[in-house]
């Protein structure tokens, strides 16, 4: 059962002191509270774990500060809209703002390899005035030989030229619990001139330890990347160990999946549940074209698949774009022959500010659409 208070109620205040008062009467029932940062309002949510059906909803409803009682199914407790009872929650991160009507393009190479070339990579977002981006310092690697990343040790230069150019967060895969301390000790070290989301990458779906660890620390957002072979359902409730240990600060990224039935892309494009998630879980919900299509073929009408592919998703409503752009991508450590080139980034982002700006033409035509169909003439 969720308790939502009306916006800005004091969470130490009266208000909670009698519901806690009054809810000490259920012995068996924990409580934990959370604070909500909505699109426009602050709410504070109250969670009642335990035995609740015996809890009368309506005698709580009608206490001071309350706005709403929701009883929640078992299922992504904390993520779930629970039937279109709750709103999204938004998050704000170092000053950017993040829910399911936001807009972010976050791009850079698969993995930090020189000064040089990220510089580049931050120099020219700087000029398109993008201040989002990706790149890893750990990598998971399908065979062992291949560059695993530099780790820790580029971790303060990579956050001293983004602070250098405005970049304000930067998408970063970790593997282990430690890669969370020391991005976080980094980050102290250097001033945090950045931010960091925290990536959950395909190969770590269901590493329930490490979204555990993800999900414990209220620092950093996470972005968590569907699992390649795994159902939607299944990735969903992967993703609800990050909420269900404290840290709501949530986007969900689809990446494709895992079969040869997408041939001859690296993986088949699933942006079609954009709308899904939206309506099962209250996350903001982002696309990677990039490790979908996998490669840079052109379709005779002059696009990139990575194009469509991007296309698709914000036509159907994403919230974020997570794409890999190389300065030189002969010369790129891992995934090279599918990262973007400067010298196409322009094209890129007009092309897709083009398709949002129709996605968001589109919500209003439906809206309009259902004040019809509940207003007849
Ligand atoms: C990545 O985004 O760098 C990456 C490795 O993606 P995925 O986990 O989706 O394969
Ligand atoms: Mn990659």
Redesign the pocket.
């Known amino acids: 059962m969720i308790i939502i208070l009306k916006p800005d109620t004091d969470p130490s205040g009266p208000e909670m002191t009698n519901l806690l008062d009054y809810l000490s009467q259920f012995p068996d029932i924990k409580t934990r509270t959370s604070g909500v940062r909505g699109t426009s309002r602050v709410v504070t949510e109250l969670y009642l774990i335990g035995p609740t059906h015996h809890i009368p909803t309506e005698t709580i409803a009608r206490m001071p500060g309350v706005e709403k009682v929701v009883r929640v199914s078992s299922k992504y407790r904390q993520i779930g809209r629970h039937g279109g009872q709750l709103d999204q929650i938004g998050f704000t991160y170092n000053g950017v703002d993040f829910s399911q009507d936001t807009f972010h393009v976050f791009m850079g190479p698969?993995a930090v390899d020189t000064p040089e070339h990220v510089e580049a990579m931050f120099r020219a977002m700087k000029t398109a005035g993008l201040t989002t981006a990706?790149m890893?310092a750990y990598?998971?690697r399908t065979s062992p030989y291949d560059f695993q990343g530099h780790g820790k040790s580029c971790l303060p230069w990579v956050f001293e030229l983004a602070g250098k150019y405005g970049i304000k967060v930067i998408a970063m895969?970790v593997l282990r619990a430690i890669h969370i301390e020391e991005i976080q000790q980094a980050l102290e070290e250097t001033g945090h001139p950045t931010g960091v989301m925290l990536?959950i990458?395909?190969?770590n779906a269901q590493n329930f330890e490490l979204l555990k660890a993800a999900g414990s620390q209220q620092e950093f957002p996470v972005l968590y990347?569907r699992g390649?072979g795994l159902t939607l359902e299944e990735s969903l409730n992967a993703c609800e160990y990050i909420a269900s240990e404290g840290n709501r600060n949530i986007v969900f990224c689809l990446?494709g999946v895992k079969t040869r039935l997408g041939d001859p892309h690296r993986n088949l494009v699933d942006f079609a549940h954009v709308p899904v998630i939206k309506r099962l879980t209250r996350l903001p919900v982002c696309v990677?074209p990039t490790?979908s299509v996998g490669g840079k073929d052109r379709a005779p009408d002059g696009l990139l698949d990575i194009f469509h592919a991007s296309a698709q998703g914000i036509i159907a409503g994403a919230n974020m774009i997570?794409v890999e752009f190389h300065p030189r991508p002969e010369l790129a450590l891992c995934d090279g022959p599918q990262a973007l080139t400067l010298q196409e980034l322009d094209h890129f982002m007009a092309d897709v500010e083009l398709v949002r700006k129709t996605y968001i033409e589109r919500k209003e035509l439906a809206a309009r659409a259902l004040f019809k169909e509940w207003h007849p003439a």
């Open positions: 698969c990706r890893g990598k998971p895969e990536q990458g395909t190969r990347k390649m990446r990677d490790h997570l």
